[in-house]
């Protein structure tokens, strides 16, 4: 620790003092993972005597340094990768110092996006932890000349069995630094039965921080000299600055300079918008310089973008065929051949992420390099960008990664940390960006409006003979290139052409839409509309059919097998993974709806007036997940939603309580959507700007409770951060429909009012 | 020249009159516990106290505070951990974090209200805070526990 502060002051690192000459920090405020060399990017663990990997390094006192490499923004990833390493290792957690990692490829994907922190890095953390403990036990073995057979790992220790000789992990630390680093293929993996911290989790390294106020977010980033800025964008995409007031800005106390940052280059990528910033000595200062620019505007071709009409257009061309992305039979042959047929249109408006904290950026440029404190999921892409705009190597741009105050994906696209680093390179100066509320609603990269068409055909029983299905959205692809209006495998892949149901012929399309505001991912993605669409067409069906919801969506599902959708949808990317490792397994899909079913009481409770139950599922990010939503609705339309019950199937669950803190928060977020979540344009600008026209959900509006039943599995780990918002949505919507007869074919619900 | 208390200390300001209180906490005294979360008091990420009731110091001018004691987060505690951190802690309520130094400063100030709330009484009063992470079904219940404690 006193290493930790003499390195902080040496980088001068919050040791601010502005303008009254009043700061006062003491050293506890300071961040530990803030911590920088003023020229070297090494971390703890490189400069402990024992370092295998660059995400362990033990010290002689014992101390095991383990990297973060993830961004922290509420998940837990922070805590619960390096944990994996701590049990391989059989560290004790309590001398387990975390440091948060600077952007690096040395420690592989930093892109804390898809859910996949846990999947991607559980082996790589098991072989670093494994890799440190084999060298402990060989130097324990040469220490006391015995083989190294004879000695194992306990907690924080290396024992010899016959002699029950101990060594801690800090004595043996220097002489097992002096041995090689073994190959993987010598390393031995702990038994589960051995396991200490895998499974049965712990809480954020953070925790007590938190609840102090001494955490560090990207909003508490501090330099000495610091200045503040915040940018006016062009309210519409691609607009420029045609003229503005360089002085009037100067008439607000604190206020310094203007600065006009230029327009992007199309496609605009994770560039800046362009604008007009205005620097102060403090955050409020530059807010209110802001109001005096008076910009003139040249808005550009996006100023006759309205989503009134744009969603006309969409629901046209959902309406009309479409590329085709799977088909299994022929669904043409089958309709042409009669059966019950219904049609369906669902339709899902654009979504601001709104975390917590705004995005927001400090950025010291000296001497060719820049610094930069982001709140950002990808530190690596920061580097990219940075670099882009400033024309500078990527190596020569340091990111560090303070706790983001929410990510929810607006953080993986760094506009906001490269307005920050042109700004120090203008002023000379460290430069703090810090965007409005306003700013972060009205500049995002938005979760697309979307339009589906459904149509079936029903048996005699109500089955399916044939099922078509045509989704329409302006794609995340057009942020990286121009004239991009189709969806790709990854965007269909994402609850579209991975529909698990038993049916002979069944086609999936998408149709051309094209983008006018920035798209982005959006906590669960494409998987939002496509599994809103699907799960409440389900619900219609059995309806439709008068059958039980959940007995005919296990008919659906059908036996259990493996669903081979590559062989039907040659462009689907499986989240990356090998259909052999991470399969489609219906078995997995019909145990998670008869859990949520069966704890939910479905069937066996008697519902009053206006409440009733509603489900739905579905398998994102390689995790199976069925939701039960319990409403009541009273005549005036209100909805409460007093339980939700929901099963999840994610393989091996590293940290069980963070998991359920997810798929609790998941529910909220979900609730969000549907209830009042609507972003819409006039004339390119976004009509929303806070939480008084873009409301989330509130405490007396969110679940009262939602039950999270994690089903015991030795599968490969999956994800837990998304998959929990997709079968939230058409679940609540399947539930008003159960309690009051009114289907939801739109969202969100403030604008179709639920009473029957 | 504006007198007021923050967190047991003597201050005095003199700089623009009009400006909000949590930038005069987190740029100026960089008390950084409190939060900005919109600037409009629809949030309550930026909630502290004004002689032990929860404001928002977002929308809450220095010219309105000459004399007032505030309170952060850094200071609800003197000694150790503050009974409502305690259940915030053991009921594991934070996701992201971001909010919770409000809904701490909030939920405190309610239990001064009301020491055995109610669920209604809980969203009543709690209902200004905002979680975008959702963790509202622990904040209720480290409320209860909280309360429980008040017995």
């Not at chain 1, 019909?590 to 479905?602: N, P, Y």
């Not at chain 1, 008084?692 to 409770?705: G, L, M, Q, S, T």
Request: proline share 6%.
């Amino acid at each position: 620790m006193s290493d930790n502060i003499l390195n902080v002051s040496r980088r001068g690192f919050l040791q601010g003092v502005v303008s009254t000459g009043a700061l006062i920090l003491s050293v506890r405020l300071v961040p530990e993972f803030l911590w920088a060399e003023e020229t070297s990017p090494a971390t703890y663990a490189d400069r402990a005597i024992l370092h295998p990997s660059a995400f362990v390094g033990i010290d002689t006192d014992g101390t095991v340094h383990l990297v973060a490499h993830r961004s922290e923004m509420g998940t837990s990833s922070r805590t619960s990768v390096p944990l994996i390493l701590a049990d391989e290792l059989d560290a004790d957690w309590k001398r387990v110092k975390l440091e948060q990692a600077i952007g690096d490829p040395r420690y592989g994907d930093q892109d804390t996006d898809g859910s996949h922190s846990v999947r991607s890095f559980y082996q790589p953390m098991r072989e670093a932890g494994a890799t440190a403990r084999l060298m402990l036990t060989q130097a324990a073995a040469q220490k006391w000349g015995v083989p190294v057979s004879e000695c194992h790992s306990d907690l924080h220790v290396i024992v010899h069995a016959p002699s029950k000789r101990k060594a801690g992990y800090g004595e043996l630390a220097a002489a097992a630094a002096k041995l090689p680093v073994p190959k993987t293929e010598e390393l031995q993996f702990k038994p589960k039965s051995a396991w200490r911290y895998i499974g049965k989790g712990a809480t954020s390294y953070d925790l007590t921080d938190i609840c102090t106020g001494k955490a560090g977010y990207g909003m508490d980033a501090h330099l000495q000299g610091m200045l503040y800025a915040s940018v006016e964008h062009p309210p519409v995409l691609g607009g420029k600055v045609k003229s503005y007031d360089e002085k009037a800005p100067l008439q607000v106390k604190g206020v310094k300079q203007t600065i006009a940052i230029k327009p992007f280059t199309p496609p605009h990528q994770f560039q800046p918008l362009g604008g007009v910033a205005v620097i102060a000595d403090n955050t409020w200062a530059a807010f209110q310089g802001r109001k005096k620019l008076n910009v003139a505007w040249d808005n550009g071709a996006n100023a006759s973008y309205n989503s009134d009409s744009y969603r006309k257009e969409l629901q046209a061309t959902a309406r009309k065929p479409g590329k085709v992305a799977r088909n299994i039979g022929d669904v043409d042959a089958a309709f042409a051949q009669g059966g019950r047929i219904v049609e369906a249109d669902y339709y899902l408006p654009m979504l601001a992420h709104a975390p917590m904290e705004p995005p927001v950026a400090l950025a010291d440029f000296r001497d060719g390099k820049v610094t930069i404190w982001a709140s950002t999921q990808n530190p690596q892409a920061v580097q990219e960008t940075v670099a882009g705009e400033l024309g500078i190597p990527k190596e020569n741009v340091i990111c560090h990664v303070p706790l983001l105050g929410g990510g929810f994906g607006r953080k993986s696209k760094p506009d906001y940390a490269a307005e920050a680093a042109i700004l120090s390179k203008a002023t000379g100066r460290p430069v703090k960006v810090v965007w409005s509320r306003e700013d972060d609603i009205k500049f995002g990269y938005y979760h697309a409006v979307s339009a589906m068409y459904m149509k079936a055909a029903l048996d005699a029983k109500g089955k399916p003979t044939a099922w078509l299905q045509r989704s329409v959205f302006p794609p995340i692809g057009s942020t990286f290139a121009l004239n991009t209006t189709y969806g790709d495998g990854g965007d269909l892949g994402q609850g579209w052409t991975d529909l698990p149901f038993d049916i002979p012929n069944h086609r999936a399309e998408n149709g051309p839409a094209e983008n006018h505001v920035r798209i982005g991912w959006f906590r669960s993605v494409a998987n939002i509309y496509h599994t809103f669409a699907t799960q409440t067409f389900a619900d219609e069906l059995a309806h439709t059919s008068g059958r039980d919801s959940v007995e005919y969506l296990l008919d659906l599902i059908g036996p259990a097998r493996i669903v081979d959708v590559k062989a039907s949808a040659p462009d689907y990317d499986n989240y990356g993974e090998s259909p052999s490792v991470y399969p489609l397994d219906t078995a997995r899909v019909r145990r998670v709806v008869e859990i949520a079913a069966e704890k939910s009481g479905w069937g066996k409770r008697k519902m009053g007036k206006g409440a009733g139950m509603g489900i739905a599922v579905h398998r994102s990010f390689l995790t199976y997940v069925a939701t039960v939503a319990e409403v009541e609705v009273n005549d005036q339309g209100d909805v409460k939603i007093p339980a939700v019950f929901t099963a999840v199937d994610a393989g091996l669950v590293v940290n069980p309580e963070a998991t359920r803190s997810q798929f609790e928060g998941a529910a909220v977020f979900g609730t969000s959507i549907v209830r009042t979540g609507e972003i819409t344009a006039k004339d390119g600008v976004i009509e929303q700007s806070n939480f008084d026209n873009y409301p989330v959900a509130r405490i007396n509006e969110a679940p009262y409770k939602t039950n999270v039943y994690i089903v015991d599995s030795d599968a490969p780990p999956a994800g837990v951060g998304e998959p929990g918002v997709p079968p939230f949505a058409p679940a609540l919507c399947n539930a008003i429909f159960a309690a009051t007869g009114k289907r939801i074919r739109e969202l969100p619900l403030a604008k179709a009012n639920a009473s029957s | 020249m504006i007198p007021l208390k923050v967190n047991g200390e003597e201050r005095s300001f003199d700089g623009d009159p009009d400006l909000p209180l949590l930038w005069y906490l987190r740029d100026v005294l960089g008390l950084t516990g409190t939060k900005f979360g919109c600037g409009m008091a629809l949030c309550g990420a930026c909630t502290v106290h004004r002689d032990g009731k929860a404001i928002r110091s977002c929308v809450t001018s220095m010219n309105k505070l000459s004399g007032a004691e505030i309170t952060t987060i850094e200071a609800v505690s003197k000694n150790g951990l503050h009974p409502v951190q305690q259940k915030w802690i053991e009921y594991n309520v934070p996701q992201c974090g971001y909010c919770q130094s409000g809904q701490i400063m909030q939920a405190i100030s309610l239990l001064k209200e009301k020491p055995k709330p109610s669920d209604e009484e809980i969203d009543g009063g709690m209902a200004g805070n905002i979680c975008r992470c959702g963790t509202y079904q622990r904040i209720r219940a480290a409320i209860k526990a909280a309360a429980g404690e008040n017995a």
